[in-house]
């Protein structure tokens, strides 16, 4: 297994600011905005972005906090209930503009139920989707808004985002596993690869 950094705190920052202001440029300011961040690491992130569009319109935009636990479609095939997190959605998101929030899209899956979760709460009159990470491998009909870094991956590779508030850093890496078929097969392809060093005399 090894681990790469693909973006540092700073590449972190600036794909955050970027986003920030692709938010302020298609909603015409931040008037009826509300981020809605995904447990875990998509609630910080979230509150960040609302941080850097006070910064920017010294304006307060809503943050809220939403966990999709109970609305994941794999439920029935996990051998333990996951963790319930208490949601924290601001009390009105009838008629706003709900930005959900999260660290890495990959099926889809998870926003989707990040949708289902939200309209119990209200029924907002646009819902937007903003990722640091988007890595592909789409299952669903789903796609952000707003993307800090599309990363080709392959499925034996996982993105992992690490965030202040809850790793104590903030980057972002790759982590690479060989899958067994994958390390059954090495030693054929190195040995088949010697034998045709020696029959070509190097």
Request: charged share 30%.
């Amino acid at each position: 297994m090894s681990e790469k950094v693909i973006m540092s705190a700073e590449d972190m920052r600036r794909a955050w600011t970027r986003i920030a202001h692709e938010i302020i440029e298609r909603n015409h300011g931040c008037d009826e905005l509300v981020f809605v961040g995904l447990y875990t690491r998509g609630v910080p992130l979230a509150s960040r972005l609302a941080a850097t569009i006070k910064g920017i319109e010294r304006a307060d935009v809503p943050v809220g906090a939403l966990d999709i636990g109970p609305y994941r479609d794999d439920l029935s095939y996990l051998q333990t209930p996951p963790s319930v997190h208490p949601n924290d959605i601001p009390d009105d998101i009838v008629g706003k503009r709900v930005v959900l929030v999260d660290d890495v899209i990959y099926t889809g899956r998870s926003i989707r139920a990040a949708m289902d979760a939200l309209i119990d709460h209200g029924r907002p009159q646009h819902v937007q989707l903003a990722v640091l990470v988007d890595r592909g491998h789409r299952e669903l009909p789903i796609r952000p808004d707003y993307i800090g870094k599309n990363v080709p991956t392959s499925r034996n590779e996982e993105i992992v985002v690490r965030v202040a508030e809850v790793d104590g850093q903030d980057e972002v890496v790759i982590v690479s596993r060989a899958t067994a078929q994958e390390a059954n097969e090495e030693p054929t392809k190195n040995a088949v690869a010697a034998r045709r060093r020696h029959e070509s005399g190097r």
